[in-house]
């Protein structure tokens, strides 16, 4: 599984919102986004990260490395 910090979550309303955007990208499965550690897990099959980064961005939140 891959990972990727997320800043900027304070609600479950913001984990939905991660949730949703990380399941439009092709090639993300198994996506399980974390409000207390403030990060997202997947198995990625490929998904350039800066993608990835992009779609968290676009939505409002922070992504870490």
Request: aromatic content about 4%; overall charge negative.
């Amino acid at each position: 599984m891959d990972g990727l910090k997320i800043k900027g979550m304070s609600c479950q309303h913001c984990v939905s919102s991660v949730q949703d955007a990380l399941e439009k990208l092709s090639g993300l499965s198994q996506i399980v986004v974390h409000l207390d550690a403030g990060e997202a897990q997947f198995k990625n099959s490929g998904v350039d990260r800066e993608i990835i980064r992009n779609a968290i961005k676009g939505i409002g939140f922070d992504p870490g490395e």
